[in-house]
Nanobody, 122 residues
Framework: QVQLVESGGGLVQPGGSLRLSCSAS????????MGWYRQAPGKQRELVAT???????NYIDSVKGRFTISRDNAKNTVYLQMNSLEPEDTAVYYC????????????????WGQGTQVSVSP
């Protein structure tokens, strides 16, 4: 099995910054795409940003220029640097990873972290 452990959430004022981290551990052959999603109260979970294992990134329009996703493949860790935070960014943030494991053959399985709360308020 694989575990994703997130850290770095908290309460911050508008305009502030936070850095989220997510580390994967367990039976890992390789990790393909990693990403961050978020879910605000009463809303559906939405994709925030993704990064391939070669470093190609993708962002939703509302966070472009403010958030930066990065990863350290040697540590199986993905980061989300969030700057210029806005109240609309308040949500539970979830880490996601496409983990390739050896199960008779190579198979990719989607794993999720437990979520970390980000609150942006004066």
């Amino acid at each position: 099995q694989v575990q994703l452990v997130e850290s770095g959430g908290g309460l911050v004022q508008p305009g502030g910054s936070l850095r989220l981290s997510c580390s994967a551990s367990g039976s890992i052959f390789r990790i393909n795409d990693m990403g961050w999603y978020r879910q605000a109260p009463g809303k559906q979970r939405e994709l925030v940003a993704t990064i391939t294992n070669r470093g190609r990134t993708n962002y939703i329009d509302s966070v472009k220029g403010r958030f930066t996703i990065s990863r350290d493949n040697a540590k199986n860790t993905v980061y989300l640097q969030m700057n210029s935070l806005e109240p609309e960014d308040t949500a539970v943030y979830y880490c996601n990873a496409g983990v390739v494991q050896i199960v008779d053959d190579l198979v990719e399985i989607d794993y999720w972290g437990q979520g970390t709360q980000v609150s942006v308020s004066p």
